[in-house]
């Protein structure tokens, strides 16, 4: 019998789903978009259903989003989070009646990716009766009640055996296909989430509050509903660094992660945190080229408003400048958050007297390894350090500041001492880091042995009462062992003191004792203030490491296949050969008579070394407008450089150096070989199919980018080649024609798969995720020798669909680039794995090799230690912490306009 239903027609509400669905057994639907269909399925008699409701739904997914579990569960989540199920009114008694059917596995929810049998619109089910009677239905049906009233519907039912079986064929092909995946257990425990949620209205009740939950802050920022989360490790520093701010001695810590591993959020979280928590300002420090990556990410991954000082005024998260009086202006920042360029600090911008009068809530400093000693080498452990600007600076700033963290890949680029410079700029004022002005940790006569300590070169006689010395001053805190929490009791120490006061002779016998357990539980390796404040977590460790919560690995494994390395070199045609030869000849020229920096006189080499293209555009401009507008020129290197002092010796060229540069240009212009780069690059997209992987290239040069993109559009017909890059120069090639797009439409395009292709310089990637690309070519070889690990972090990342990427690295033979990597494959066979990236320090020998100077290049390269002098000591900084089941969120438009709040009204709270 067929029954036919229309709102038009009748009230709906109780007509047909809900009042068959009071005496049903079991109940097989096919629904729409899974985001919203849940939600209907989960009607108003739905739990009276005696048996198991099975749902079918469609999603935006991809069918290569559900080739593996993880896949498709990331993929889930995304889509979930983008329907913004949170802020829907009204919910939470549908959403706790969804978790329990769920939860107890009476409703079960399967999801197809849409393009697989298309976008899901006709909606149907078999409801089947208690007495065995059952019923179908096809329609634009909708379970709750709100469809009913509101939309128009149309239902034919039909209990007839033919319509049963067919709508029951219908469902059983979509439910049993094998893209079909179940719902996630993140979109199930969200549920959960929001059922529970309680909006915290104002920052004042979030302070209030007994025990601040740090993810009451972050559960519902953009870092999680609109990607994939915090990984373990980094949760774990936030929370680390959150807590000891809470403290009175504040947070004190180095945040020494391999690259790739996600500093940038883990300090942009800590600071937002801070930032609330207190009424004083933040202060991020970081490397010129950065500034505007350091801002983005915290708007988009945080929903955080900061200010950036471009040398002239401020720049808030809208590009809105705020125009000042002066230098002492820079005092008024107009938001809470204010980023500043390292090289201001490096130059001694006068500026620097207007920030060290000001008192701050945390100092944040990325690349923090260019603070350094200028008076470094073997046996000068003993010296008082003779700091660079950025050194001295932070010695000063450290005692504005309640906390301070300190951000660098490699703290230790040559020399063990470099990490104790870091700890003495944390302990500046602050007792907790290395003890008070008397500890032995502090004294220059045994720095060098204290060192030896901790890495095991030197032992103490366990019955030396020096051992208490060591011990005492700073006294470790009570969390790390119970003995140091029962010796903390005795002695009535509060949690802010560091210093343990009696001395060997008033210990007691017990204290002694006590003593005597920690001496022979390998105090100075585990307990040492360097372990104490140095976070570093290697992503190998994380990958081979099981998080006990989930049976998996803390971070999934993903292989890399490197080519381009051993004699893979690429052989410049003759004319192209010479030219690199004057280019090698200007540059030594320039260095016999310019004191300015070795960046400036190895220019031209690092351009051609990217390609051809670039190395002709540099050489033009040089020839033609070096004398006369060297300015410019300078100008045009800085943004796509850090900073570059450039003194005035260089500005005029001699005749030598003029004819060099006109035969270099020449030799260039007659060639008519393609650049091997080039060639290179379509073998591997074309011949060996990177372009089916997906494929990033990599340049340091917005030229190289742009010549590599505009050609490649060319040569793969209708195929769409993305350019991303600073500025408005973002865009797309097809065919040759270029149309500008911005960054944001590039990332989804590459989301989408919709580009296969991206071309993109290092200065504008920093925070690209680039999940869905497979493999990466670097078309030039960065002289910074950390940017490679930066690029390649760019898809070597969670979500990654590959188990293993490939990367190719790509160089001229006999190019500086070749003989520098030769120099490193023969003198550190393994300093690769040792370091878990190259020393910055290293960027001098590509300078010295460029200029002739080969015995300085294998000098420094020889003083590289052979072993990292701390090796995996520091990889225990990571555990589960569970952030995403917070029901209490801080109130989003509360949080910002909190944000907002400059420098002098911040003070004023």
Known sequence: MINRYSSRRESLSGSLLNKKLKNAKSYDRIAGYFSSSILEVAGEEIEKIEGKVRVICNSGLDERDVQTAKLAKNAMRKEWCDFKPEELPGSSHRFKK???????????????????????????????????????????????????????ELVWEDDSKEAIDWVQEEFDALWNDKSAIPLSDFVIEDIKRISERRVIESVEEWREKDDVEVPSTAVESPVYREHLGLWEHQKYFVDLAFRDHKKSHGARYILADQ??????????????????????????????TLIWQWQDEMNTLLDMPSAVWNGKVWVDENGFEYPNRGLEDIKKCPRRVGIISQGLIVAKSPIIEHLLSKDYECIIVDEAHRARRKNLGEGKEHLSPDPNNLYE??????????????????????????????????????????????????????????????????????????????IRNPFPPAHENATFASLRMKAGMKDHEFVYKKSFIELTRGEAQRIGVLLTGDFYAKYNPYIRHVVRRERKYLEETINPETNEPYLKRIDVDLRGEDDEALVLSSYLKEAYEYAEDFCIELGKRSKSSGFLKT????????????????????????????????????????????????????????????????????????????????????DENWIERGTIIFSQ????????AENLSKEFDGETIGLYAGGDKSGIFIDGVFKRKDKEELKA???????????????????????????????????????????????????????????????????????????????????????????????????NVAIGEQEKALEIIDNVPEKHPFENRYNMGVEHIDWESCSEVLDKKEKREFLKKGWIRCMNV
């Open 603 to 686: 220019l031209l080499l690092k351009r051609i070394g990217s390609s051809i293209e670039a190395g002709k555009n540099t050489g033009l401009k040089m020839l033609n407008s070096w004398n006369t507008s060297f300015d410019e020129i300078s100008e045009e290197i800085a943004e796509e450089e850090e900073e570059v002092k450039i003194e005035s010796d260089i500005k005029n060229l001699t005749p030598m150096e003029t004819e060099l540069l006109e035969r270099y240009v020449r030799a260039l212009e007659t060639s008519e070989a393609t650049d091997p780069k080039y060639d290179k690059t379509v073998e591997l997209l074309r």
């Open 259 to 288: 690259v790739g591993l996600g500093k940038t959020i883990q300090l942009a979280m800590s600071a937002q945190l801070m930032a609330l928590y207190g009424d004083k300002p933040i202060l991020i420090i970081v490397p010129k």
């Open 98 to 152: 969804l978790y329990e059917l769920l939860s107890s596995g009476k409703m079960e929810v399967r999801v197809l990716p849409d393009k697989k049998f298309g976008l899901i619109h006709g909606k149907a089910g078999v409801i089947t009766m208690t007495d065995g009677y059952k019923t179908s239905f096809l329609g634009s049906a909708n379970e709750s009640k709100f469809g009913w009233d509101l939309n128009y």
């Open 749 to 847: 395009m590459v989301k989408s798969r919709d580009l296969r292709i991206l071309v993109g310089t290092d200065s504008a990637s920093e925070g690209l995720n680039l999940q869905t690309l497979g493999s990466l070519i670097n078309i030039d070889l960065p002289w910074n020798p950390t940017r490679l690990e930066q690029r390649k972090g760019r898809i070597q990342r969670i979500g990654q669909v590959h188990d293993t990427i490939f990367v190719y690295n790509m160089r001229y033979k006999d190019s500086v680039e070749d003989r520098v990597h030769n120099l490193l494959s023969q003198r550190l066979r393994n300093i690769y794995n040792v370091f878990g990236q190259l020393p910055d320090v290293l960027e001098d020998v590509w300078i």
């Open 393 to 470: 600076f932070l010695l000063e700033a450290s005692t504005k500041t309640k906390s301070m963290l300190l951000a660098t890949a490699t703290p230790i680029q040559m020399y063990p001492i470099e990490l104790w410079d870091l700890l003495n700029i944390l302990s500046q004022k602050n007792d907790s880091v290395l003890g008070s002005a008397s500890s032995y940790w502090r004294k220059r006569s045994k720095i060098a042995y204290s060192l030896n300590l901790i890495m095991g070169k030197e032992k103490m006689e366990f019955f030396n009462p020096e051992n208490w010395e060591w």
């Open 701 to 708: 040069y917005f030229d190289t980018a742009k010549w590599i």
